[in-house]
């Protein structure tokens, strides 16, 4: 946007923007209005709106555009213009009263924090607005406290560590006024907090935000009033003449107040009075919680669960460490606290512990003392069987669970978290206890499939000898009449599939299971059921089942007759295949065909009869070469070194009619994506043994990709090499085939934003050059093509899309790597020479291409695979490498030039130092985090 808008123009754009019912007016306004706000000329004209307070409308635009700018272009306006901006901003601020939108005010405040946090000579900004507003406009104020620590905390805003820190010190120096003001506001008004809601929650929040980043110390909060009054709200009982209940909103600020002062206290172990104080106030409010249980007050029970967890957690590290002494610590009983809430009827409510539990099971299975696991095992029976009572259905459900329904992630949930915590009870003697369940008089059928669904949770670390309780569960459920609930038996036939390796070490008990899944097949329901069970068992009992192949093979021909999903047809296949790869070679090959031909013939028709396919029925081919890779993929044969694998007159057949298919719909990505992975897997079953088909495939593939420039023939490339790049007489091929990949991939990287727009290609090609790095090093060292190879790898430095920044990472190190290693000395040295030409060349650029992309353009997750190139680069030439570290440090931003997002000399040359002498990926990251700090 060139040219400043006018203001009635801007007032047309947000009124069509919220007022218009015009979809097309809305969509252009809301376009022309996002182009306003990354312009320079939105100052201004956020400034006019809120000082025209013309509508509600215009005035939340402008706030919001004020509050954006801040946050995000702060950059764009001079240091002499800050000043003006904060007066400004303080101005809007002193006209807001009550009638002020909620909404409008809070991003007035944030764009004031932004501003305070990223304006370095407005020192003790909270003492200023303190003295300021006190008396005048006491909500804002609160809120501008409240957000200020708050967005000190959040990354978004990009402040340098050497910011955050003078920032939280400053807020340090104000804490003691802080706190003064925030127990006169209490004492003013917090003695009448049910009348005073808004601003006794706005009191409790503004506390909780300063303790939160530290500015208020645990140090300075003995005998706190804001404290004092959190503890007050949660232990209100309504008697007599009281209001019967708190407000939620009151309630909610005085737990999140607890919950961190008990996450502060679990970083500082030193606490000893105020950790007694909250120990004692928190256990006392079990009386509380119990009332809103009975009250049914399920908002309050879950603020109470959380609470007592949080202290469960603080404490956790300390019960371990004195129980492990053999000295009991008191707070062990804030654990009965807990599973009294586990014990509450709503799932909610108990799903709140859940993490303590895993934190708990991680700290005893790193102990490995058998001691302090007896110690909790009863506490761990309890979270179990309450667990199981909160997986019951109701009693009137008919069906299965949906998938996205609630309940069924919550039990999803409990089985990760019993399969974690089982072994403190031990996986056999929790699932008899399932099955004493079972066996109870008069139990339900909810109940029971609640005992099934944990034993289903557990069934695989049931020890294979296991003969007195397994059998009869087995036996139960081979004997289950039709009457039988369907959520009973879906959980059951669920079971037998967890139990496989059971059922290998009990091979008699093989057919009639196997015979019971395969007339469950075809039921409506537990159908998926069987099919994921059949899929486990043929996995885990493959030794004992290839005389089932011609019963398998004749159900997989029936298969799509029956009431499952694709998904559950495919893991069938997967079971059936990984049973064909044991059998003996003289009938693996006709076997192997059929299984094929099962999806061939559909695919061959389906291209044949050119019917138009429809995404996720019989006509859509993906669906018949995803079942083709599944039997590709899991058909493993041992082979004698010099054998013909018997799979190599069935991959001959196959090849054709992939073939077909990629010039049928080669315009179709997706279907070209599921064909490109059946190649793969086909390539991957033979290996080298199908040399013959290499000059077809390329030729194919290159073809196809220099016209719709799919990025999986890239992919498709990369295997080839993988499988052929080490016979030299395939070499030059795979070379020529990667030269004339290079073309329309720079084509389409050169667009604008050619990079981002396509990172699958990006990962796909670098993919596919580490390859041939990796298996044919001199050749494409010698590649007159590498030079534009590394110029894109170079651009490609700051990319953020993880698997592509990945795949370019790796292509470096691999590039680096060759040059240290080599097949005899004369293959060294000559590698050796090449790679010192191209470091020579590109070392600097590439360091400080790496830097920068650290600094400003990638995620912290991501720096690991940065500094494995690091690694290289040092280990290759350390001396080098220390010089092009040090440039390209110093083309960084340093403190001594201003801004806020720098680092000081000292602060570059220690990270330096701490590359330069460092050996490890894991000590260079460290190094590469340190350093992002001082920039984000």
Not at 128 to 152: A, G, K, Q, S, Y
Request: hydrophobic content about 40%; some cysteine.
């Amino acid at each position: 946007m060139d040219s400043k808008p006018s203001l009635n123009l801007v007032y047309a754009a947000v009124s069509a923007l919220y007022n218009n019912p015009n979809t097309t007016e809305k969509e252009r306004a809301s376009q022309w209005l996002g182009e306003l706000q990354k312009s320079v000329h939105a100052w201004t004209i956020a400034d006019e709106l809120l000082h025209h307070k013309r509508d509600l409308e215009s005035c939340y635009f402008g706030a919001q555009t004020m509050r954006t700018k801040i946050h995000h272009s702060f950059h764009e306006l001079p240091t002499e213009a800050h000043e003006s901006l904060r007066n400004s901003l303080l101005e809007h601020i002193s006209q807001i009263n009550e009638d002020t939108n909620t909404v409008i005010v809070t991003q007035l405040c944030l764009a004031l924090a932004d501003l305070i946090l990223q304006m370095p000579t407005w020192q003790q900004a909270a003492l200023d607005l303190i003295n300021r507003f006190t008396t005048t406009n006491m909500w804002p104020l609160l809120e501008i406290l409240t957000v200020l620590p708050e967005e000190l905390e959040s990354r978004s805003v990009r402040l340098g560590e050497n910011r955050r820190i003078v920032m939280l010190e400053d807020l340090k120096s104000c804490a003691g006024t802080v706190n003064d003001f925030l127990t006169h506001c209490s004492n003013t008004y917090g003695n009448n907090w049910q009348e005073n809601v808004q601003i006794n929650v706005k009191i409790l929040r503004c506390f909780t935000s300063w303790v939160s980043v530290g500015a208020i110390t645990l140090n300075d909060i003995a005998n706190n009033v804001v404290i004092s009054r959190a503890f007050s709200i949660l232990n209100y009982k309504p008697e007599g003449d009281k209001p019967q209940s708190v407000a939620g909103s009151l309630h909610d600020a005085a737990s999140d107040c607890i919950c961190t002062l008990l996450q502060c206290l679990e970083d500082n172990n030193n606490q000893q009075i105020l950790e007694t104080y909250l120990f004692n106030n928190v256990i006392n409010l079990e009386i509380v919680y119990h009332l809103s249980v009975a009250n049914e007050d399920q908002e309050k029970s879950i603020n109470y669960c959380r609470i007592f967890t949080e202290l469960a957690e603080s404490f956790l590290e300390k019960i371990i460490n004195s129980c492990s002494t053999k000295s009991f610590h008191y707070a062990i009983k804030v654990l009965d606290l807990v599973l009294i809430c586990v014990g509450h009827h709503e799932y909610e409510v108990a799903e709140i512990t859940f993490n303590l539990w895993y934190v708990l099971s991680e700290e005893l299975y790193q102990k490995n003392s058998k001691e302090l696991t007896e110690l909790f095992r009863p506490y761990v029976e309890r979270l179990i069987t309450a667990l199981c009572r909160h997986c019951q259905m109701e009693p009137d459900h008919e069906g299965l669970l949906e998938d996205g329904d609630d309940f069924k992630d919550f039990r999803l949930k409990v089985s990760d978290l019993v399969k974690d915590v089982v072994f403190i009870v031990g996986s056999s003697s929790c699932f008899r206890q399932m099955f004493v369940n079972l066996q109870a008089p008069g139990v339900t059928w909810d109940s029971s499939e609640a005992a099934l669904f944990i034993m289903q949770a557990v069934a695989k670390n049931v020890l294979p000898s296991e003969n007195e309780v397994v059998p009869k569960v087995v036996e139960a459920i081979l004997s289950l009449p039709e009457t039988t609930h369907i959520a009973v038996k879906y959980t059951s036939v669920m079971l037998l599939g967890e139990l496989c390796e059971w059922i290998e070490k009990h091979p008699n008990t093989l057919d009639p299971i196997l015979n019971f899944l395969v007339c469950c097949l075809p039921q409506a329901g537990v159908g998926a059921a069987a099919a994921i069970s059949l899929q486990s068992i043929c996995a885990t009992c493959n030794d004992h089942m290839p005389r089932h192949v011609p019963v398998l093979l004749q159900l997989l021909q029936q298969v799509d007759t029956f009431a499952i999903t694709n998904n559950a047809v495919i893991g069938l296949v997967k079971g059936v295949a990984a049973i064909v790869g044991c059998m003996p070679h003289c009938d693996l090959t006709d076997a192997m065909r059929k299984l094929c031909s099962m999806q061939l013939n559909p695919l061959c028709q389906l291209i044949e009869q050119d019917v138009v396919p429809v995404r996720g029925t019989k006509s859509d081919p993906v669906l018949w070469l995803d079942r083709l890779s599944s039997v590709l993929r899991n058909v493993n044969v041992r082979l004698y070194e010099g054998q013909v694998h018997p799979c190599k007159p069935v991959i001959l057949e196959v090849w054709p009619v992939l073939s077909r298919t990629f010039d049928k719909y080669q315009n179709d990505l997706r279907i070209m994506e599921r064909c490109c992975r059946s190649v793969r897997f086909m390539l991957r079953c033979v290996s080298q043994q199908v040399c013959e088909l290499l000059q077809s495939l390329v030729s194919q593939i290159v073809r196809i990709y220099a016209t719709y420039k799919h990025s999986c023939f890239l992919y498709v490339g990369s295997i080839l090499v993988d499988e052929y790049a080490t016979d030299p007489n395939c070499v030059q091929g795979l070379l020529d085939m990667l030269q004339a990949f290079i073309e329309p991939t720079f084509q389409l990287l050169q667009e604008e934003n050619g990079l981002r727009n396509h990172p699958d290609t990006v990962d796909d090609f670098f993919r596919l050059c580490s390859r041939l790095m990796q298996r044919a090093p001199v050749p494409i060292l010698q590649c007159g093509a590498l030079v534009h190879i590394l110029q894109c790898s170079l651009m490609a430095c700051t990319l953020d899309h993880k698997e592509a920044n990945t795949s370019v990472m790796k292509f470096f190190y691999d590039l680096i790597n060759t040059g240290k290693c080599g097949k005899n000395q004369i293959d060294f040295e000559q590698r050796k020479v090449l790679v010192t030409s191209i470091l020579n060349e590109y070392g600097q650029q590439l360091v400080t291409n790496l830097l920068h992309a650290c600094v400003f353009y990638l995620h912290s997750y991501m720096l690991s695979e940065v500094a494995d190139v690091f690694v290289e680069l040092l280990e290759f030439d350390r001396e080098a490498t220390s010089k092009w570290l040090a440039n390209g440090l110093d083309t960084l931003p340093k403190e001594s030039n201003g801004g806020i997002m720098s680092a000081t000399p000292q602060q570059l040359n220690d990270i330096h130092a701490s590359m330069t002498r460092s050996d490890t990926s894991k000590s260079v990251t460290h190094a590469l985090k340190d350093l992002t700090r001082f920039y984000r």
